[in-house]
Nanobody, 124 residues
Framework: QVQLVDSGGGLVQAGGSLRLSCAASRGAFRYYVIGWFRQAPGKEREFVAAITWSDDSTYYTDSVKGRFTISRDNAKNTVYLQMNSLKPEDTAVYYC?????????????????WGQGTQVTVSS
């Protein structure tokens, strides 16, 4: 079992950058796919990015490709989401999530483990 602690959100101007962190406070990420979701007010939660711990494969939703980068630090058992060129439409609560299943399954079966969420606000 994995417990996730996500952090790093804040207020930034459009065009700025933030780096979110997702740390496993208990358990390890080995054999897991770790991802980021976001939910803006009045909108459904949406998938943002994911990384497979075993082989470092990464996946992104189209709206963040070229701007966001997901990465991992083995020693710290932490996954990062580097967000550059932020836009006001990126404003949302961002959640870290993890599951042994592939991210393509998450549309029908959401990940089993979630962080508490961290607020990202991008001002215009």
């Amino acid at each position: 079992q994995v417990q996730l602690v996500d952090s790093g959100g804040g207020l930034v101007q459009a065009g700025g950058s933030l780096r979110l962190s997702c740390a496993a406070s208990r358990g390890a990420f080995r054999y897991y796919v770790i991802g980021w979701f976001r939910q803006a007010p009045g909108k459904e939660r949406e998938f943002v990015a994911a990384i497979t711990w075993s082989d470092d494969s990464t996946y992104y939703t189209d709206s963040v490709k070229g701007r966001f980068t997901i990465s991992r630090d083995n020693a710290k058992n932490t996954v990062y989401l580097q967000m550059n060129s932020l836009k006001p439409e990126d404003t949302a609560v961002y959640y870290c999530a993890a599951d042994p299943s592939h991210y393509t399954n998450w549309g029908s079966t959401p990940p089993g483990y979630w962080g508490q969420g961290t607020q990202v606000t991008v001002s215009s």
